[in-house]
Structures are given as structure tokens and as C-alpha cells.
């Protein structure tokens, strides 16, 4: 059975910072391409940063640019995600999503394989 299973998730104030793990159990995750997607109450999910399989190719979204940072453990089974100068509009409960595919995908209907979510609340 695929499971994603994200942590690191919490409560913390503007300005600092956190680091999500998503550790997967799946077969061909070094194959695979990630994202990390973000969705708050009554909007649709986002994609925040994506890789590669190999991570040698990495996607951000504007607002996120220079303050959060993707990377991930092949070995491991495990990606990554930086946040630093977290800002209250941060807020919300946090994905990873593997595809089938080895380069980036953009849209949520491509990501298979999902995690159960990490909630991140950033008070001001």
C-alpha cells in the first residue's frame, strides 16, 4: 500500500521557521516527481515548490521564492521542505504528492499519490 506520511507541521510566529519531511513508501519514488501543495479552509489547493526525480530541477511559487526550499532524500524515500521567514499568510494545511512522471508537474490532477496533510499556522 502507498502511503505518504508528512510531518513537522505546527504553531509558530511570523519571522520563523519550519521544516516538513514527507517519508514515502513508494516503489518508484526515486522515478518520481514531488510537490508540495498548501490549501486553507474554503480555497482550492495550491502548488507551493516542486522537483524532480532526480532534483536536479525545482519549481516555486512567486510568493515563496527565497524563503522556502525543496530538496529530497532518494535514499531515504523522504522529500523535504524548508520554510523560513514564515509569514501568517503561510498558514494553512500543508501536502507532498508524488506523480508518475520524472519532471515536473503543475496541476493537482497529476499528482497521484498523496499525504494526509501537516497543518502550519503562523501567528502574526
Not at 79 to 95: C, F, G, H, I, R
Not at 102 to 112: A, C, M, P, T
Request: net charge positive; with cysteine.
Amino acid at each position: 500500500q502507498v502511503q505518504l506520511v508528512e510531518s513537522g507541521g505546527g504553531l509558530v510566529q511570523a519571522g520563523d521557521s519550519l521544516r516538513l519531511s514527507c517519508v514515502a513508501s513508494v516503489r518508484t519514488f526515486s522515478r518520481n516527481s514531488m510537490g508540495w501543495f498548501r490549501q486553507c479552509p474554503g480555497k482550492e489547493r495550491e502548488l507551493v515548490t516542486a522537483i524532480s526525480f532526480t532534483g536536479d530541477y525545482t519549481y516555486y511559487k512567486e510568493s515563496v521564492k527565497g524563503r522556502f526550499t525543496i530538496s529530497r532524500d532518494n535514499a531515504k524515500n523522504t522529500a523535504y521542505l524548508q520554510m523560513n521567514s514564515l509569514k501568517p499568510e503561510d498558514t494553512a494545511v500543508y501536502y507532498c504528492a508524488t506523480t508518475p512522471y520524472g519532471s515536473i508537474r503543475f496541476e493537482v490532477k497529476d499528482h497521484g499519490y498523496w499525504g494526509q496533510g501537516t497543518q502550519v499556522t503562523v501567528s502574526a
